[in-house]
Nanobody, 127 residues
Framework: QVQLVESGGGLVQAGGSLRLSCAAS????????MGWFRQAPGKERELVAA????????YYSDSVKGRFTISRDNAEKTVSLQMNSLKPEDTAVYSC????????????????????WGQGTQVTVSS
């Protein structure tokens, strides 16, 4: 079965950096786009970054563009999120997820098109 295990969260001061990783198993990782989402208390889940299965096209939400970088390693079946210049408003539970369709021609940026969530990792940014 599909398994996604996130790691790398923690407590960091504003301006600091963290690197999140997501280890995937149970599906043909190389055929699927992957996304990183976050959800803060009382707020809706937000797609912050996504990466396609081919050509490694990327998407970033306006709130993280220029600060976060998504990458993937198909051989290791991992997707990572490098987060720099962190702000208190970045505080949330971060989860990775799999595109619901394999081999999609265009990278989807719709929250509803992602499936199979990990358990999430907490990121807390202090001011």
């Amino acid at each position: 079965q599909v398994q996604l295990v996130e790691s790398g969260g923690g407590l960091v001061q504003a301006g600091g950096s963290l690197r999140l990783s997501c280890a995937a198993s149970g599906f043909a990782f190389g055929d699927y786009a992957m996304g990183w989402f976050r959800q803060a208390p009382g707020k809706e889940r937000e797609l912050v970054a996504a990466i396609s299965w081919i050509h490694y096209n990327t998407y970033y939400s306006d709130s993280v563009k220029g600060r976060f970088t998504i990458s993937r390693d198909n051989a290791e079946k991992t997707v990572s999120l490098q987060m720099n210049s962190l702000k208190p408003e970045d505080t949330a539970v971060y989860s990775c997820a799999v595109d619901s369709r394999p081999l999609r021609r265009i990278l989807t940026t719709s929250t509803t098109e992602f499936d199979y969530w990990g358990q999430g990792t907490q990121v807390t940014v202090s001011s």
